[in-house]
């Protein structure tokens, strides 16, 4: 018995498939669920890598301070200036959503504008592709696309292992969770 059921109609992000097409960019102000925070010691370059590679935007800016940056509802970070930033990236990472189609044209964008900075992309056991970029503050970010559902593959049977099972194929079927 499993506690999940599908409620994919409260996420930005489309279901997977060779159609899929990214929501637009949200311009819209709310309580933000969740957000990282990312300590830079140069807001410019930081800002030019996160708008031009990876295809954020600046929702608002407190100048010398802090920006606001924002792809999809949902995919906030907040840059702040700080003195010094890590040597290395650290192990944890951040994920973004993407859609299949993106991840080309985000890895050549992240490569034009910092060589170096990408890794991937690479499928995973769960079933998405994702690419590894490191950013000029050495923060590690995962951009991440649902790859489309085949049921006879490995990655459902590992899936289904662990009580995940594909939702239905329209949105909006939460029934009794709703």
Known sequence: MS??????????VPAPGPDATPP????????????VTIPTSDLAESVEFWTRGLGFFELFAIPGTLVHLRRWAFQDVLLVHAESVPERAPAMSFSVA???SQVDSLVE????????????PRDTP?????????????ARIVLTAVKPFD????????????????????RGDNGEHA
């Open 3 to 12: 506690d999940h059921y599908n409620a994919f109609e409260m996420s930005p």
């Open 151 to 170: 049921p006879d593959s490995q990655e459902a049977r590992n899936l289904a292992a662990i009580g995940i099972t594909p939702p239905d194929l329209g």
């Open 126 to 138: 769960w079933n998405t592709r994702d690419v590894e970029v490191i950013t000029p503050e050495n």
């Open 98 to 100: 993407c859609v299949l």
């Open 24 to 35: 637009e960019p949200f311009h819209g102000i709310y309580g933000m669920p969740a957000f």
């Open 109 to 120: 964008a992240c490569r034009a504008v910092r060589p170096g900075s990408v890794d991937g």
